[in-house]
């Protein structure tokens, strides 16, 4: 599933309010005639800040996903010999 992201525009106000991201989660489907065309499945509005968390746990955790099959491949490539 494709991700845009882009800068989600606030109203002007006097206080001060964080950055905002608009992220649309994209689908690819077939058109009636048969074509692929990418539609929007969702979209979430978040700030800035929160989205760059989120990212950085996500990296986190599929780096570790990443150091555990690495271990798995030495375990079976040990098997096969």
């Known amino acids: ?3 845009v992201i882009s800068e989600k525009s606030v109203e002007v106000s006097s206080v001060e ?3 905002m991201v608009e992220i649309k989660m ?3 489907m077939k058109d009636a005639a048969g074509k692929d065309v990418e539609v929007v499945d ?3 509005v978040k700030s800035v800040d929160e989205a760059i968390s ?3 746990e996500r990296k ?3 780096e570790a996903q990443v150091v555990e099959l690495d271990a798995e491949l ?3 490539k040990a098997i096969k010999g």
């Open 26 to 28: 994209m689908r690819t």
């Open 17 to 19: 309010q964080p950055k």
């Open 74 to 76: 030495v375990d079976l």
């Open 42 to 44: 969702f979209v979430d």
């Open 60 to 62: 986190a955790s599929l």
């Open 54 to 56: 989120q990212a950085e």
């Open 1 to 3: 599933m494709a991700k």
